[in-house]
């Protein structure tokens, strides 16, 4: 009986031994992802149905607000200012005084997307702060990190280091539908958290001017200065985007908010997380919307989609047979109806991975396989 049991243990324990060594060495033998970057836990909801569910019993959306609020903070930035170099001229002492540099302080919300501390917000709400305040609904502070930031998106993600941390919901932002209910949770004018409600306004809002990519969600729930990077939540508490802009003539809400879907929000996460930074598509394209008199001047009989008014020598495009003057109406089975639509959808696509285009190239139409390349980073510009 000793023997037998000898004999067991021994197996038991070269099978662990064996399994430990594959799932470290060769993870993808066992259907395990090999660890890249850091790791992140998300927390998604199951896939809706059509249309939101209506509010709770009564018209109250307290359960939705309960579920979500704990997860959005109140995010304070502090940036030391430009010493002025008039300041060491005794004439300037003589007539103004002495003058220190005061601190820029700044304030916004945020959503903490994940156990392990990650927090979504915007990109403008943390750009050049030298010091990050987060304040949980629980009333803790604690200073937060920059993990990357997406100026062409204007998200950001910070970490902090606490225990216990509430998690907010990811919902999915391609179920939305024009007239769901929404709720706007974040942090107005520093006075504490608050909720507004509303419905979604519009759905892929673009050519703004606010971001490189735009694809927003409008709502008229409240949103006002210091909302920006809280959460749009559904009326079941998840989270459908990060708030970032209002259009207002006197600085206050009037009924046009701005929502980053949370779609938008998670690739830019994940990919900061895992690489640091954001891998976008490209295809080497000069784009221009359609008119009819560039299509006149190509001969295409087209209504609709993007014309290609020039094309990158060896860059993606030309190598999948794309040419000035065709016309490219959807991407990855997706319709683009302008420039914007068309940069934001090739962004959207793997760098490396093959997609189709479809293409009207005068009174033909075309199904083209593209391999897109990594998007540039934009140059800096020297202001």
Do not use: C
């Not at 970057?37 to 927390?43: D, N, R, T, V």
């Not at 939305?176 to 519009?202: C, E, Y």
Request: glycine fraction near 12%; charged fraction near 15%.
């Amino acid at each position: 009986m000793k023997r037998f049991w000898l004999l067991f243990s021994q197996s038991v324990t070269i099978l662990l031994a064996a399994y430990f060594v594959v799932g470290t060495l060769k993870p993808e033998w066992l259907g395990k992802r090999p660890f890249s970057g850091s790791s992140i836990s998300l927390i998604e909801a199951p896939a809706p149905g059509l249309g939101n569910a209506g509010p709770a019993a009564g018209g109250s959306f307290s359960a939705a607000a309960k579920k979500a609020s704990p997860a959005v903070v109140s995010i304070n930035t502090s940036k030391m200012a430009e010493r002025d170099p008039r300041t060491d001229d005794p004439w300037f002492k003589f007539f103004f005084g002495e003058r220190g540099a005061q601190a820029q302080v700044g304030l916004g919300s945020g959503v903490i997307v994940s156990p392990e501390g990650y927090i979504l917000t915007n990109n403008h709400v943390v750009e050049g702060a030298d010091a990050i305040e987060v304040t949980l609904n629980d009333s803790r502070h604690v200073q937060a990190q920059v993990i990357g930031t997406d100026p062409d998106s204007d998200l950001a993600v910070l970490k902090i280091q606490l225990d216990k941390l509430p998690v907010m919901v990811l919902g999915s932002s391609d179920a939305l539908q024009v007239g769901d209910q929404v709720l706007a949770i974040g942090n107005p004018f520093g006075v504490g958290q608050t909720v507004t409600s509303g419905i979604v306004s519009a759905l892929g809002r673009n050519q703004l001017g606010i971001n490189t990519f735009e694809n927003f969600i409008q709502t008229d729930a409240a949103i006002n200065p210091g909302n920006s990077g809280g959460a749009l939540v559904d009326v079941s508490g998840n989270l459908m985007g990060i708030n970032t802009a209002i259009y207002s003539r006197s600085g206050g809400s009037m009924g046009i908010g701005f929502a980053i879907p949370v779609s938008t929000a998670k690739l830019v996460l994940e990919g900061i997380v895992a690489d640091g930074q954001v891998k976008r598509g490209w295809i080497g394209v000069e784009p221009s919307d359609l008119s009819p008199e560039l299509a006149e001047t190509f001969g295409v009989k087209a209504d609709h989609g993007v014309i290609i008014t020039g094309v990158l020598q060896n860059g993606p495009a030309a190598q999948a047979g794309i040419r000035p003057g065709d016309v490219i109406v959807q991407v990855a089975s997706k319709p683009v109806n302008n420039v914007s639509e068309l940069l934001t959808s090739v962004a959207m696509l793997q760098p490396g991975k093959t997609s189709s285009f479809s293409v009207l190239r005068q009174d033909r139409q075309l199904a083209l396989e593209v391999t897109p390349g990594l998007r540039p980073k934009p140059k800096q510009v020297e202001r």
